[in-house]
């Protein structure tokens, strides 16, 4: 809005002239959404707290410290996400820009799935939310509207392709099944960040280091200098991305504030199911869906680990793991809440240089 707004008035005050450049913007949105999370936390997490008698259902057979230290802990803090993250966006990015309302719907689509989960957990007082077929055809069709939408904004043969790293000169065509491929990362990335996040700080974090490398690949991409000398598949516009993926950094930083062990607010379904959503939107318009799976790989495991589980279990009556998602496992295992969520920021943080590095490696 304010890009909008002081257009024309850059010429006549030479101040304005900050707003024409991406990386003020996407500082200045990063620095809003922190803000915005910091004051409103407080007042959201009373409120929560007042109209969720007992917080969050905890999962009787999960695990049983589980039941005694997050009793009581109010959930839904995912709304404090989303709103430091849409209002940071609408602020400082280019409103004209497609690219940004693709993303933020897939978001808020998302995120409006999650709290209706969230509701239904709470107003039920029962860990079961919204039943998963209903929740994954609804993610589907939100999934296959956008991914259409962002094939129609990318210009040239690109828009159906599905590139990989290093090797720059593959590409899979997809034709008209591509929004099926988009589709796919949106819905899979939303689930696998919601089976991540099941420790306090656990799931935010990696968010925010995925967020941050794709902030610097959607600037990269959307710059046809930078992206004929590094050799990517340049995509016009794309680059106001990084002003949402900085927004998004921003409002997890000032989650992670309330959400740090012992957490006084989870995210959610509402937010856990609108972030992984958004890292998909993200890595599908600027074409580095598989590049996801880099540096998102911590997610990848935990999704894995829990199809791997469920698998062998039906299979042969056994368990793989002491319990799944693998994060529960090593709490089986003894290993205490903050080592393990430590660890696996570490494991997200190499995988996020990992990302980068797909970047230069061609």
Known sequence: MLFTLTRGLADQFILFNLFRYLTFRSAAACITAM???????????????????????IRSDGP????????????????LILAAVTGSTLLWADLR?????????????????????DYLKLSRRN??????????????????????????????????????????????????????????????????????????GLAIVPTMIAAAVFALIAYLVGNRIFADYLQLNPVAGVGELAVFCSALIGAGMGFLWFNAPPAAVFMGDTGS???????????????????????????????????????????????????????????????AEPTIVIRFWI???????????TLKIR
């Open 35 to 57: 803000v915005v999370s910091f004051l409103l936390g407080p007042t959201m997490i009373r409120w929560l707290r007042s109209v969720q008698r007992g917080g969050q259902p």
């Open 64 to 79: 049983e410290r589980h039941l005694i230290e997050k009793k009581g802990t109010p959930t839904m803090g995912g709304v």
């Open 347 to 357: 494991i997200a943080m190499i995988l996020g240089l990992a990302g980068l590095a």
């Open 97 to 117: 820009n497609g690219f940004v309302w693709a993303v933020l719907a897939v978001t808020l689509g998302y995120g409006a799935i999650g709290f209706a989960d």
């Open 127 to 200: 860990p079961k939310g919204v039943s998963g077929r209903t929740k994954l055809w609804a993610q589907t069709v939100i999934g296959l509207a956008v991914a259409i939408w962002i094939m129609m904004l990318t210009r040239g043969p690109l828009a159906t392709e599905l590139t990989f790293p290093v090797f720059k000169e593959v590409m899979i065509p997809f034709g008209i099944f591509f929004p099926l491929v988009g589709c796919f990362f949106m819905v899979g990335f939303s689930n696998a960040v919601n089976l991540t996040d099941g420790l306090d």
């Open 273 to 335: 199911l609108a972030l992984g959503g958004a890292l998909g939107g993200v890595a599908v318009a600027v074409k580095h869906e598989i590049v996801l799976l880099v540096v998102g790989g911590l997610f990848v495991v935990e999704t894995v680990s829990v199809i791997v589980q469920v698998f062998w279990y039906k299979r042969t009556g056994k368990r793989v793991f002491l319990m799944a998602p693998l994060h529960h496992h090593f709490e089986k295992k003894g290993w």
